[in-house]
């Protein structure tokens, strides 16, 4: 057994949970897609929102994890928090240096901790029907950034692309836990339903509000071109995204029964597979950036 293989603890069930400490240089170009600052900054938007949405996500089901039933589920719901924290305490050293090259991203922050910060005075089934909806909305994220990663990630820098697609693996690992969480405890359809859409769009709309920041900052943001550009991705976004969403909302719903990508399963047996402290990155000059990781 591999050093990484023991990361599997018996209070997280069946949930790896990969103490990953991804190191980014201070000098590394925020336009990590060299000659697409759209979608360069449409992600590193996205790593902005980390740090205040999942410690938010993990307070939650920590409150929801006390009236739970099943005892294969609270396991299930440790491994769920342990990988959100090292979700956002990786995208927090990437967004520190973000900060360093925009210091304005600093009053998108405080907007969205302020915006937690209320979020938390809401009821506990308010709280884990936004926990359950968006975790359903990033299923569709997941299945969009691994199929088009030739597109969205090739010859891109390693470190921020093995970043995303790690977290986007993880995401697939607990895509049961805060839907069967809100079930276990609540089971109403409307207000997963409507925590699907609400939590979806007000995630998008803070992501937005930092990579406007960020093309602002390289004056990109009032050219036509660029503008082009975004609605492009923007899209593309919304096309690979929306069916996810949509199939998530027919009665008998449940995420168990949406298929993986055969590339998080590559990445998992890759990973076990991987000497001790050597960090998972990718190969992203490789045309199908494959499951390997370069040692």
């Not at 996205?46 to 009236?67: G, H, N, Q």
């Not at 449940?254 to 998972?280: C, Q």
Request: proline share 6%.
């Amino acid at each position: 057994m591999s050093a990484h293989e023991k990361t599997l603890h018996p209070e997280t069930g069946g949930i790896v949970v990969r103490a990953i400490p991804f190191s980014f240089d201070e000098k590394i170009n925020p336009v990590w897609y060299p000659g697409r600052p759209e979608w360069s900054h449409m992600a590193n938007g996205a790593s902005l929102t980390m740090p205040y949405l999942e410690p938010f996500l993990i307070k939650t089901v920590r409150e929801a994890l006390k009236k739970a039933s099943n005892q294969q589920l609270k396991e299930d719901v440790h491994g769920f928090m342990a990988q959100e924290g090292n979700h956002f305490q990786n995208h927090r050293r990437y967004n520190e240096i973000l900060k360093c090259h925009y210091p304005k991203l600093a009053d998108v922050e405080e907007e969205m901790a302020a915006e937690y910060k209320n979020f938390q005075a809401k009821s506990l089934r308010w709280r884990l029907a936004y926990t359950a909806g968006f975790e359903t909305m990033t299923m569709g994220m997941t299945e969009w950034l691994i199929e088009a990663r030739r597109d969205l990630f090739g010859n891109a820098d390693p470190s921020v692309s093995s970043l995303i697609l790690w977290h986007m693996v993880e995401e697939t690992e607990h895509k049961n836990v805060a839907y069967d969480l809100y079930e276990d405890l609540y089971g109403s359809y409307w207000p997963r339903t409507w925590g699907l859409i609400y939590g979806s769009f007000h995630v998008a709309w803070a992501s937005r509000k930092g990579y406007k920041r960020m093309l602002e900052g390289d004056r990109l943001w009032n050219k036509l071109t660029s503008r082009l550009r975004l609605w492009r991705m923007v899209t593309q976004f919304l096309i690979k995204v929306s069916p996810a969403m949509l199939r998530s909302l027919a009665p008998g719903y449940h995420p168990s029964k949406v298929k993986d990508p055969a590339w998080v399963s590559r990445w998992t047996d890759a990973y076990t597979d991987l000497p001790e402290n050597i960090i998972p990155l990718l190969d992203t000059s490789h045309p199908d950036i494959p499951a390997q990781f370069v040692r």
